[in-house]
C-alpha cells in the first residue's frame, strides 16, 4: 500500500518516523485520500450544502448495509450509540448476549442507564449460538437483545445471519446489534436480517480516525422510542429524525469526518461491495493459516472472525517482547485484552490493509521470532 510510506506526519514522512504500521483492532490504517477530505474548509452544518453532503453520506451507507432503514450519524464512538439504542428500546427487560470484553461492555451500559437486563455469557473463545439465543428468548423475559456480531477481544465473529433466523420467531423484540469491527468490512443485509439497530465506529472497518460512529434505525426502533422516557437529548432517536428530516443532524457535528466518510465511500464503491467483502476474507485466511503453523488459533473453530484473528501465546515465548520489537521495526500489533492478556495476541486485518500489508507483516513477524530464538 503505497501511502504507507507517503504519510505525512506534523512535516515529516512515516518512513523516517517510528509510527507503525497499524494491524491492531482500531484504529486501522487511514488512507492519505481520507485525510486530505478530512482538512476540507468546514461548511455551516445548517446550510444546504451540508444537507447535500447529510444526503450522500446517508445513501451511501445504507448501500454498504443493503439497508432502506434510517440512518443516524454520531459524533461519538459506538459506545454513545449503544447507549442510545437500549435506552431507546427497552420496555421491560433486556438480554445482553456476552461472548467478550465488547459484548460485556453492552451490558454494562445497559445496566449502568438503570435499565433491567441479563447477561447470557459463553466462555471465552466461544461464540453465542442460535440455540442459546431461542432458550433464552423461549422465557419471555425479554423485549430486547444485544448481540456482538464481531469479538475483538477474542476473534469471533457470532454467526449473525443463524441468530438472525430465530430472532424471526420473535418479532415483537428488538434486535441491536454492535457491528463496530464488521460494518463495511464484512457482508451483513441488515434488512433481509431484520436487525432493529445496527451500530459501529468508523476507525475500524470504515478505515477513518476515530471520533465519528453510525447506526440503522429501522420504523420499529422509532415506534418504540415514543413510548421511551428518560432518554436525554443527545441520544433521543426522535430528536435524531427531526433532523434527519431536514438532512441535518441535532447537534455540530464533526464536519470533518463527514468529508473523509463521503471519500472513503467513493474508495469503497470503486473497489466493490463484493470485491472488499472478499478481499477480507483472503486476508483472514492468510492470518489464520500462518497462526495455524506458528502458534494456535484461540477462537471456537467456524466462528472465526473476518478482520481480526487471535492466536494462542506459546509457553515462554514473551509476546511483550515480540510486539516492542515489531513496533521499533513500524508494525503495531495487539496483545491479548483483559483476561487475555500475555495469553493471545491478535492481528488486525480490516478496513484498508491490503494482501501485500498482511505479507510484509508475517515475513516481518518471521524473522523477528527468529531473531528472539537466536
Known sequence: MSSWTGYAFF????????????FIPGPTHVDDAVLEAMASYPIGHRASSFSALYDEIVAGVQKVLFTKNRIFLGTCSATGLMEAAVKNT???????????AFSKRWHEITKSSGIECDKIEVPLGHATTPD???????????????????ETSTG????????????????????????????????????????????????????????FSVCSVSEKVMDR????????????????EKYAQKSQTHSTPSIPHMFGLKTQLGRIF?????????RHKELANMVRSWGKNHFSLFAQ????????????????????????????????????????????????HMGDIQ?????????????????MNS
Open 225 to 240: 422510542s415514543k413510548e421511551m422516557k428518560h432518554k436525554g437529548y443527545y441520544f433521543d432517536f426522535l430528536v435524531m
Open 132 to 150: 442459546l439465543v431461542r432458550k433464552v428468548l423461549d422465557a419471555g423475559k425479554y423485549d430486547t437483545v444485544t448481540v456482538v456480531h464481531n
Open 270 to 278: 470503486t473497489e466493490g461491495l463484493n470485491n472488499r467483502f472478499n
Open 90 to 100: 427497552v420496555r421491560k427487560r433486556c438480554a445482553n448476549f456476552v461472548c467478550g
Open 156 to 211: 469471533v465473529m457470532n454467526p449473525i445471519y443463524d441468530i438472525a433466523e430465530v430472532m424471526r420467531e420473535y418479532p415483537d423484540i428488538v434486535f441491536l446489534v454492535d457491528m463496530v469491527s464488521s460494518m463495511a468490512s464484512i457482508k451483513v443485509e441488515i434488512d433481509k436480517l431484520g436487525i432493529d439497530v445496527a451500530i459501529a465506529s468508523v476507525q475500524k472497518g470504515w478505515a477513518l480516525p476515530p471520533g
Open 301 to 348: 473453530k467456524g466462528y472465526r472472525s473476518d478482520t481480526v484473528t487471535c492466536m494462542n501465546n506459546l509457553p515462554g515465548f514473551s509476546l511483550a517482547e515480540l510486539i516492542t520489537r515489531l513496533f521499533d521495526k513500524g508494525f503495531h500489533i495487539s496483545g491479548g485484552y483483559g483476561p487475555l492478556k500475555d495469553k493471545t495476541f491478535r492481528i488486525a
Open 355 to 371: 494482501k501485500s500489508d498482511i505479507e510484509e507483516l508475517l515475513s516481518v513477524i518471521n524473522e523477528t521470532m527468529k531473531e
Open 11 to 22: 512535516g515529516k514522512r512515516l518512513s523516517n518516523m517510528k509510527k507503525p504500521k497499524l
